[in-house]
């Protein structure tokens, strides 16, 4: 009897866990930045990001306070060719941060820069980075 008390416990125990576990996927919100500045012209479901080829500087994506970059947090490359829509990573590692020059030499006009998280805490959902030749869409 007690053997079946401690079995009932320990998958109560267990489905209790890892229903927990299943509720923190994508609850820390991150962005991109370049030089601690949101890349996204608007924090919002219609935002979107893009960079001109000649920009310069560090790319992180970072967990927020309203607006303002709070943490570095880790994160993958891919580019998104923008004729063949082909997805291909850049490398197989992990950054915290990388100068844009490198992702970029990588690029050409209307390629997209594509960031990848690599903890489901974190939500991500300006994942796309648009490659412009000249001027950008919004004023920043």
């Not at 109560?12 to 991109?32: E, L, P, R, V, W």
């Not at 080829?53 to 580019?79: C, H, N, R, Y």
């Not at 950054?95 to 992702?103: D, G, K, N």
Request: proline residues 4%; charged residues 25%.
């Amino acid at each position: 009897m007690n053997r079946l008390k401690l079995l009932l416990f320990l998958t109560t125990f267990a489905f209790g866990a890892s229903t927990a576990f299943g509720q923190d996927k994508f609850s820390n919100c991150t962005a991109a930045y370049l030089n601690n500045k949101l890349v996204v012209n608007e924090y919002s479901p219609d935002g979107y990001c893009e960079v001109l080829k000649t920009a310069s500087g560090e790319l992180t994506v970072q967990t927020m306070d309203d607006t303002a970059p709070t943490g570095k947090t880790s994160f993958k490359i891919a580019i998104r060719d923008g004729s063949t829509k082909t997805l291909c990573s850049i490398s197989d590692k992990t950054y915290r941060e990388i100068p844009i020059e490198r992702v970029l030499a990588k690029c050409k006009p209307g390629d997209a820069i594509v960031l990848l998280t690599t903890n489901d805490r974190y939500s991500l959902p300006h994942n796309e980075i648009w490659v412009k030749k000249t001027s950008l869409s919004c004023a920043r």
